[in-house]
């Protein structure tokens, strides 16, 4: 269902640090209070190893994560979610019963790497 949009200007889009990181470890998050994964990820020399947490565990094993790339927002202040601090925000699309799927890359591109 398409909802009304706020605008925003190109200098704002600009604001946004979009990273390609690879994801190095995946443990699991009880303390969540919707099941989730606490994941370790490799944004490359510049940005470093970050740690997010994500509500993937519908569409994802820990397995299939470790070496995935993922596209991140880095430049969010830190969330503490419950006892853990998410360091980036990992993104996806909900599907229709509104589980999340990464968004992703179309083949393998530099950690740190910057949407354009």
């Known amino acids: 269902m398409f909802t009304s949009m706020q605008e925003i200007t190109w200098e704002d889009f600009e604001k946004v640090e979009l990273r390609v990181g ?16 606490q994941l370790t990820i490799d944004f490359g020399e510049e940005l470093g190893i970050r740690k997010s947490s994500a509500q993937i565990t519908v569409h994802y094993t820990k397995a299939e ?29 909900a599907d229709k019963d509104g589980a999340i799927i990464l968004a992703t890359t179309a083949g393998q591109v530099p950690n740190g790497a910057k949407l354009l």
């Open 22 to 37: 690879t994801i190095q470890a995946v443990t699991d998050f009880p303390k969540a209070k919707k099941p989730a994964y």
């Open 65 to 93: 994560l470790v070496g995935k790339q993922i596209i991140a927002v880095v430049n969010f202040p830190k969330k503490q979610i419950a006892n853990f601090m998410s360091e980036c925000l990992v993104t996806g699309f």
